[in-house]
């Protein structure tokens, strides 16, 4: 396994429904990202894990619950959707720039297809 | 806040054919990374190209190039002898400070 790696690659939920999105990253990054990607929209993102700690969460809705429990893996558990949450979720991971304010390059995975009903 | 504009929804160009896309930011500062990401369909999103804004010179990578203009905040892909496997969403990035943010992206098919 190379990169990051997203599963399910697609999944269908009732808005009652409770579901988990996985991602992991086998490059050695030390942040990872939780990003929405809507039709005809920019790319939101939603959280950053840098070292297992949350550093960031865009005023995203409670319903959207991430977790970090390794610097290689990232969850983003899912409760109580609405339709309007259906979109495709891309998870990434980076090295975050230093010092010298390199850039810090994005891989993504190959992003999960929700869709909710 | 830093934003990405991306006008054109969507493109076509004809295989062997060169195509521009445009993009355009802004921000107030002075030190920053621009970025062009590929997304093929039902494919992982890629790095194009990578350009530093203290670097006057234009990025190139094989069959692609930026124009990267500071003063008037634009940063353009231009695509060379298109292919088939062009055919994907673009997104320019703009990063500061590891906040990176994209625009809407321009859906460009290649056509044969």
């Known amino acids: 396994e190379t990169g990051v790696t997203q599963t399910p690659r697609h999944l269908v939920m009732g808005m009652t429904n409770k579901k988990s999105l996985k991602c992991e990253q086998h490059?050695?990054?030390?942040?990872m990202y939780w990003y929405k990607q809507s039709a005809k929209k920019p790319l939101e993102l939603m959280f950053v894990y840098s070292l297992e700690e949350r550093v960031e969460n865009n005023s995203v809705p409670s319903r959207f619950s991430p977790e970090c429990p390794n610097s290689s893996h990232l969850f983003l558990h899912l409760h109580t959707l609405q339709p309007e949450d259906s979109a495709l979720y891309l998870c990434?991971?980076?090295?975050?720039?230093?010092?010298?304010?390199?850039?810090?390059?994005?891989?993504f995975g190959e992003g999960s297809r929700l869709t909710v009903l | 806040a830093q934003t990405v504009t991306q006008s054109q929804p969507e493109m076509s160009v004809q295989e062997a054919e060169t195509v521009t896309l445009s993009c355009t930011y802004d921000t107030s500062e002075s030190n920053y990374y621009l970025f062009w990401y590929k997304q093929p369909p039902s494919r992982q999103m890629i790095l194009v190209i990578r350009?530093?804004?203290?670097?006057?010179q234009n990025a190139t990578e094989n069959r692609f190039s930026v124009n990267f203009q500071k003063a008037a905040k634009s940063f353009s892909l231009k695509i060379s002898d298109s292919q088939l496997g062009d055919t994907a969403m673009y997104f320019c990035?703009?990063?500061?400070?590891?906040?990176?943010?994209f625009g809407a992206g321009t859906r460009l098919t290649v056509k044969p």
């Open positions: 990035a703009f990063e500061v400070f590891n906040d990176m943010r």
């Open positions: 490059l050695g990054h030390n942040a």
């Open positions: 990434a991971s980076n090295n975050l720039a230093g010092l010298f304010r390199e850039s810090g390059e994005l891989f």
């Open positions: 350009q530093e804004a203290y670097k006057q």
